[in-house]
């Protein structure tokens, strides 16, 4: 064989190793890297997280269809951990953008509720800027916050359909309850006169057990969440807050600022998706979720197409 030959095809083969590392290097390890659908320009590189929740992954989901469809290169990173491990990622950097709720985000200020939705969203917007330099975008009306919630049965036997009737009836009633939700029930005492010891009695216990208590006669109200797909499911119904003494968990687009700064059209990309969303549609959505994977889909595969058919529905994919 002759040299020349020999250079040729270590030269064929260089090229070949160096095409193999450039395409490694369009990959990530632990994310999920998606390019958008306009070849190879793109507006810029941004970095979608979200929390552990079906919910949450379905918000971080819409959020990186529509940046794609605007022209972004986004690298997905759902399910990151929880609240702390998230607003952890992105106070570093390691994420640009994610889903948060504004009574969370008055926890993180130490702020207490001011009962009034849109003021504590004001606080939130304006205190995450001025502390942590992050931009809250619009929030949904999507209330994913704590509710008090009775079997269907157990409504229409006793006649309350709202908190203002648990009120008047509490002292004959027991209520179950998760840890994180006892403070909540006791935060009602502002705006309804109620708190846990309200009530005959007041257990402490996992939140699925607080539905068995109830379905058994043990208990005649539990704490649950707002969105939460299987009370309905499950033959429970949700107990109005007529005087809105929960405070409201609205979600929102959470940006670095400095992001927010150099990539200015997000807000116009993110914002028209918020009022699409309410209590009601994530409900169905998770409900959708829950059916594909009894389907046989993995709970990715499930969000992604939920997600997708959603948005496309709403005329904004």
Do not use: H
């Not at 926890?107 to 003021?119: A, C, E, I």
């Not at 157990?154 to 006649?159: A, H």
Request: some cysteine; charged content about 20%.
């Amino acid at each position: 064989m002759s040299l020349r030959s020999l250079k040729t095809k270590s030269a064929g083969a260089l090229i070949l190793v160096l095409l193999m590392l450039l395409s490694a290097c369009g990959t990530s390890g632990n994310s999920s890297s998606s390019n958008t659908g306009s070849g190879s320009t793109t507006k810029g590189n941004l970095v979608v997280g979200g929390k552990l929740d079906v919910e949450s992954q379905l918000l971080t989901k819409m959020y990186t269809l529509l940046l794609q469809k605007a022209g972004y290169k986004v690298t997905e990173k759902p399910a990151l951990g929880n609240s702390n491990i998230v607003f952890q990622a992105i106070s570093s950097g390691s994420i640009d953008i994610y889903p948060e709720f504004t009574a969370t985000g008055l926890n993180k200020l130490q702020v207490p509720t001011t009962y009034d939705p849109q003021k504590d969203y004001l606080a939130v917007k304006d205190g995450f800027d001025k502390n942590y330099k992050l931009t809250w975008l619009d929030a949904a009306p999507l209330n994913d916050g704590y509710a008090l919630c009775t079997s269907k049965e157990t409504s229409q036997k006793l006649g309350i359909t709202s908190i203002s009737d648990v009120k008047a009836k509490a002292s004959q009633l027991a209520l179950t309850s998760p840890s994180d939700g006892v403070s909540f029930v006791d935060g009602l005492q502002k705006v309804y006169g109620l708190t846990t010891k309200s009530f005959k009695s007041t257990q402490t216990v996992d939140y699925a057990l607080g539905f068995d208590a109830v379905k058994s006669d043990k208990a005649q109200i539990t704490v649950c969440y707002g969105t939460d797909a299987t009370v309905p499911q499950g033959g429970f119904v949700f107990l109005k807050d007529d005087k809105n003494g929960f405070p409201a968990f609205n979600p929102a687009p959470v940006v670095r600022n400095d992001i927010a700064q150099k990539y200015p059209d997000i807000a116009s990309v993110l914002n028209p998706l918020a009022p699409k969303l309410t209590t009601d549609v994530s409900i169905q959505l998770q409900t959708q979720v829950a059916q594909k994977k009894s389907d046989g889909a993995s709970v990715s595969r499930a969000v992604t197409l939920v997600a997708t058919d959603f948005l496309k529905q709403q005329g904004l994919l």
